[in-house]
């Protein structure tokens, strides 16, 4: 398992920042996909905005998108009717069990 899968496993968002270029490395990895620079393990800011959403039956899912870099697809756990791209969303949890999974809440 990488750190990234290990990490969200016991509830941890946590991605590679590059300390030369303060880029967020997304996908995560052990070096800056912009300029190879070093990059340290950080915690990601819970608070995200909503991309796009679609919905079937009473399930939302979503692409939410953190630090203006970090796009991730999850769920919303409450039934809203009138979801608008750039709303603030919350991220509640997340997990990984063979896949990531995000779970987010309307802010």
Avoid at 4 to 22: A, G, H, P, T, Y
Avoid at 62 to 91: H, K, W, Y
């Amino acid at each position: 398992m990488t750190r990234f899968e290990d990490e969200l496993s016991r509830n941890n968002f946590v991605c590679s920042k590059c300390m030369k270029c303060i880029h967020w490395v997304w996908p995560p990895s052990e070096f800056c996909n912009k300029c190879l620079g070093n990059v340290e393990w950080l915690h990601v800011p819970s608070n995200a905005t909503l991309v796009e959403f679609s919905r079937k039956g009473d399930a939302y899912f979503c692409i939410a998108e953190f630090e203006n870099s970090i796009r991730v697809i999850g769920t919303i756990s409450e039934p809203i009717s009138d979801l608008i791209p750039g709303q603030m969303l919350i991220l509640e949890y997340c997990t990984y069990d063979k896949t990531p999974k995000f779970v987010f809440k309307i802010s």
